[in-house]
């Protein structure tokens, strides 16, 4: 029975695979199953790629980084954990040289200095790298390429850094424990540890990193020693997870969440697909049991036709995933070098089995309209039913899960969500309201017009659905690239008007009072000044904040480090308090703490939960009791978290500031000597932090540009899936109209107008919808107001209209292809 | 003067594989509007061919058909905006109603008045009733009877009807083709039937068969004119 069954469901898909409903179900879940399976395979080469590269580049078995040295005491007990141990310096300064500046990553080492890996360096840049046993001698500075490019300086010459000359001996190549910069791109140079000390940096801003070699019993008793007398330091070891591993995490988690788009387009048009399928399937089923089989045959047949279906596009999308992955690998090694492109075959598995049961759920309706209909139900293709409805749910149900599975940012979900889903209401009540007030207005007059407003009212359901599938597709693919687009010009122009056009991230007390006279005497304009000082999160209501929030998240990653911890006195200009209540002036309760919003949506937090911090060496604790968000028009320097000025009196920790400054085109150059006084003064102009965002940005529109073609590719399919659905009904529609003794050429502007009603509603809809997720995410995720460009608006309005239209026109050229001899020939 | 459609020495044949096959070879045919006509005949004769051809939808393979109009002699093309059409399987738009359905070749003409005119031809076809049901909640006879309100209500000058009893039980198949032969003569429509049913058949004014490629004609009958309603 089993294999007759599986018998005829291969004649019957032999003799379906050719027709448009299998065509156009083939394209889909093809589509859907190349993107998830390239995804899955890029993301495990990276993730293998960074446990490899934790293996091979830290340099020691495990490394243990915080700011300031360790005391004495917690030195002797490191050295009894370890076998051998070897301590280095970094910090971040600025390197001026003959009127040039550049920031780059000063470190300083000893002689045992590296203690697992290669140092490389070399007498000039193009010379090869040279193994080199020790780090720079007294005096002497080694610099990358690209630092000795940007200062225009030569190996011989000598640098000025602070007030200290250094001999510049040679190139540095290669640090075999580069692995704890992550993805830092900072040009980099390096000295020997006592003239680190001769340079007297303040204390607290230098990264201390001790190299250890240990075994894994020993790296245990480490961590476990880590854990109760150092919770603020950061801890990598060769047992452990890559510090970008949490990042990469997070950039599938996203591009996972954009697929929830996908998959609800695939659902769409899947629903629409289903449809013909299922008059199919129903109709061949009748025969069956009219003919003395069980029911169970037409479902066994139907289950296993659309198995073969899957199982032929298998090889296929491997193939072709296959050569996306290598792509993919290819783009990337810009970013990751030696990331080379492995197959594994057992990295597609997982993917395509959650893929194909998301699919199995959205083919559902037809089987469940198998198993409840009689002979005569069978016949008629009623379909309607409570299982229609449940099959419906549950594949919303689908996309929740899938959204939830991807979800590591819980207000970016919601945002996501609750913008498409808004978007569908709004197309919904516009195909509604539209076509009822068009009908309305149109019934006193004569035409063709008023007619299709007229059809397509009373076809309102299906309609709809169409209108919805190519609506979400083109809302989809405008807000993808007028996010890419915006978001380029508003955050430049944005920054420009608010910010000024330097910006200093991290001043000490001493180097901002120095700024402000400078400012004062060079008639410099400052913006902004905030101060803030070094706090590391360290447990949240006594638990330690791993175990809080195993998710990954922007705010998780950026706790796993220090954080600037802002005081105020009132609630800040720029920002709005979104719950609880903030603390009274001079309010003698200091203990209090206001998060940002999305902060505590991402780890889980409430107003009343008690967060520990670790300030200069202390352990102190305060209450949640506010919670603030973002408001734009008062500057951009905002604080994630925030404790009132009282809280000072009880803080003995180093203070900072951020500040913001506007600079004239003929005060550039007074910038060089600031830096030469002041090295470590983290200052950076508009025109390095645009470039920083434009190489940024060129990446992401090589990866939105990606996403926007799969984009496409499935709206075309949604449209053609959406007429395939609908093409009996037209066929039969332009018969009628032709027996009424209109010609065909009617039949063509009826259908001309009907395409054009459809895509002004769609294009109406998605804009608006692309609007309200422009509002609600732009706001959230990049604190920016959005500012639409309307002209471009307009302009794609029109280019919607017209793509929409000719593609409907076109793809429903068959349904024009009937007569009204059809009619009588049907039975 | 009545306009007629006139059918001169048409055959019509069709190629399967390497042979030729003749439908029909010859035939004469003239229709005169305000008249009914019948045409009987076996399964496969070329009764809806016929059809087609005298409706001008389709080209015979050779012979000529004309349409005489207000005593001009036009093509058959001409007649497309005079004539109307009746299925054995209704052909009714499912997602509108009765009185909808019987509107659209108005509203397509762009009639201000096509829903009052609707309303009077469903009153005439006695279904006012049931003007807001939609034909899934209509029984055949119903939907037939909705059909030819249809077909009827831009006052076509010429119906063609393709076994419009087909699916009908007897009684409701009697009440169909009173309505259909009655409402055709009051409306000075030309009515032309395709039909294997010789009760049917029978009430037409003037009955054809078709049989091995030749158009006969029996007898003639003249039965008597009903009211349409």
């Known amino acids: 029975m089993f294999i007759n069954n599986s018998k005829l469901a291969w004649q019957f898909y032999q003799q379906e695979h050719k027709q448009a409903h299998q065509r156009l179900l083939r394209w889909v879940q093809g589509v859907l199953l190349l993107f998830i399976v390239t995804l899955s395979q890029s993301s495990d080469s990276i993730q293998n790629y960074l446990q490899h590269n934790l293996q091979g580049l830290l340099g020691a078995d495990a490394v243990i980084s915080q700011k300031q040295a360790l005391s004495a005491q917690q030195y002797s007990v490191v050295t009894t954990l370890a076998s051998n141990i070897v301590v280095t310096q ?10 040039q500046w550049q920031e780059a990553q000063l470190k300083a080492v000893d002689s045992r200095y590296p203690l697992q890996g290669e140092l490389l360096t070399s007498k000039a840049i193009q010379d090869e790298g040279q193994v080199t046993k020790s780090g720079p001698e007294l005096g002497h500075i080694w610099l990358d390429a690209r630092l000795l490019a940007s200062l225009s300086i030569t190996v011989g010459e000598t640098l000025l850094v602070g007030d200290q000359y250094f001999l510049v001996t040679r190139v540095l190549q290669h640090e075999p424990d580069r692995l704890m910069e992550g993805h830092s791109v900072a040009m980099r140079a390096m000295i020997n540890t006592k003239d680190m000390q001769a340079l007297n940096f303040a204390a607290d801003l230098i990264q201390y990193r001790y190299l250890l070699a240990a075994d894994p019993e020993q790296i245990a008793a480490l961590i476990n020693w880590q854990q109760q007398h150092l919770p603020a330091a950061q801890v990598l070891h060769k047992q452990g997870k890559h510090p970008l591993a949490l990042f990469w995490q997070r950039t599938e988690n996203f591009m996972g969440l954009a697929s929830i788009i996908l998959f609800f387009m695939a659902a769409i048009a899947i629903e629409q697909l289903a449809q013909v399928h299922m008059k199919k399937d129903q109709y061949f089923t009748a025969v069956c049991m009219s003919l003395g089989a069980s029911k169970r045959t037409g479902i066994q047949v139907s289950i296993f036709k659309w198995f073969i279906g899957i199982v032929l596009l298998l090889p296929v999308v491997l193939v072709l995933s296959t050569v996306f992955h290598y792509a993919v690998i290819n783009f990337l090694s810009e970013t990751f070098t030696e990331l080379t492109w492995q197959w594994d075959i057992f990295s597609a598995i997982k993917p395509i089995c959650a893929v194909v049961g998301i699919f199995a759920i959205f083919h559902m309706p037809v089987w469940l309209a198998l198993y409840n209909s009689s002979v005569a139900k069978q016949f008629s293709g009623n379909n309607k039913g409570l299982n229609h409805w449940l099959s419906k749910l549950s594949s919303v149900l689908v996309l929740f899960g899938i959204a939830f599975g991807y979800s590591d940012n819980g207000l970016l979900t919601f945002m996501m969500v609750t913008a498409v889903a ?3 209401a709004l197309m919904i009540f516009i195909s509604w309201a539209g076509l009822t007030l068009g009908e309305k207005m149109t019934q006193q007059v004569s035409g063709l017009i008023p007619f299709t407003l007229f059809m397509m009212k009373q076809r309102l359901i299906s309609k709809s659905t169409q209108i919805l599938g190519v609506g979400l597709c083109a809302f989809l693919l405008l807000f993808t690239l007028m996010l890419l687009k915006d978001l380029g010009a508003t955050m430049s122009s944005y920054q420009r008007q608010h910010d000024g056009n330097v910006f200093i991230s991290q001043a000490s007390k001493t180097q901002m009072d120095y700024v402000e006279r400078w400012a004062i005497e060079e008639d410099v304009n400052v913006r902004q000044i905030k101060p ?8 949240v209501n006594e638990q330690s904040l791993t175990e809080f929030s195993e998710k990954p998240s922007d705010s998780l990653s950026t706790f796993s480090q220090a954080i600037r911890l802002h005081w105020s006195q009132s609630i800040p200009e720029n920002n709005a308090l ?15 703490i206001s998060v940002e919003q999305e902060v505590m949506t991402d780890l889980g937090l409430k107003l009343g939960d008690w967060l520990t911090f670790f300030i200069n060496h202390q352990r102190y604790k305060f209450e949640i009791t506010a919670s603030h968000e973002f408001k734009p028009g008062a500057g951009s320097i905002t604080f994630w978290v925030q404790m009132p000025a009282t809280a000072l009196t009880h803080i003995q920790a180093p203070q900072y500031n951020m500040a913001s400054l506007e600079i004239d085109d003929d005060q550039w150059s007074l910038l060089a000597p600031l830096w030469q006084k002041y090295p470590t003064l983290r200052m950076v102009s508009l025109k390095e932090i645009t470039q920083l965002f434009d190489n940024t940005l060129a990446m992401i529109t090589k990866v939105i540009s990606g996403f926007s073609l799969m984009i496409v590719l499935l709206a075309g399919v949604v449209i053609l899936a959406s007429i395939n659905a609908l093409e009996s009904k037209e066929k039969k529609k332009n018969s009628i109209i032709m027996s009424f003794g209109f010609s065909r050429a009617t039949c063509l502007k009826l259908n001309v107008i009907e395409w054009l009603v459809t895509a002004s509603i769609t294009a109406i809809g998605a804009i608006l919808g692309t609007y309200i997720a422009g509002l609600l995410i732009y706001q959230s995720q990049f604190s920016l107001t959005y500012q639409p460009n309307f002209v471009w608006l307009t302009l794609t309005l029109a280019l919607i209209l017209s793509v929409i239209t000719g593609l409907g026109v076109y793809a429903s050229r068959a349904n024009l292809r009937s007569s009204v001899r059809e009619l009588m020939s049907s039975t | 003067m009545p306009s007629y459609i006139e059918l001169k020495n048409i055959s019509q044949s069709f190629q399967v594989n390497d042979s030729t096959i003749t439908l029909f070879d010859k035939l004469n045919l003239s229709i005169y509007q305000g008249e009914s006509y019948a045409i009987t005949g ?19 393979t050779t012979g000529q058909g004309q349409y005489v109009k207000n005593d001009q002699i036009k093509s058959l093309d001409d007649l497309r905006t005079d004539i109307g059409f009746i299925f054995q399987q209704f052909h009714l738009l499912p997602e509108l109603t009765a009185l909808h359905n019987v509107a659209l070749p108005l509203k397509l003409r762009g009639d201000k008045l096509a829903i009052v005119k609707a309303e009077n031809w469903l009153a005439k076809v006695g279904l006012n009733h049931r003007k807001n049901h939609k034909p899934s909640e209509l029984s055949g006879g119903e939907q037939q009877r909705v059909a030819i309100a249809r077909a009827l209500v831009f006052e076509p000058k010429f119906i063609f009807a393709d076994e419009p009893t087909g699916n009908l039980d007897q009684k409701s198949a009697n009440e169909v083709a009173s309505i259909l032969i009655n409402c055709c003569h009051e409306n000075n429509a030309g009515l032309v039937m395709v039909t294997h049913s010789e009760k049917l058949a029978s009430r037409a004014q003037q009955i054809f068969s078709l049989a091995d490629g030749k158009l006969t004609q029996p007898n003639n009958s003249n039965p008597k004119v009903m009211l349409c309603s």
């Open chain 1, 90 to 99: 970094q910090i971040k300064t600025m390197f001026t040289h003959q009127g």
């Open chain 1, 422 to 424: 808004l978007t569908i």
């Open chain 1, 532 to 539: 803030y000082m070094h706090a590391k999160l360290v447990e």
């Open chain 1, 578 to 592: 979104v719950d609880g209540q903030w603390w009274q002036q001079d309010s003698v309760q200091w203990q209090q």
């Open chain 2, 42 to 60: 076996p399964s496969g004769a070329g009764k809806s061919s016929l059809l087609m051809l005298a409706s001008g939808l389709e080209q015979p």
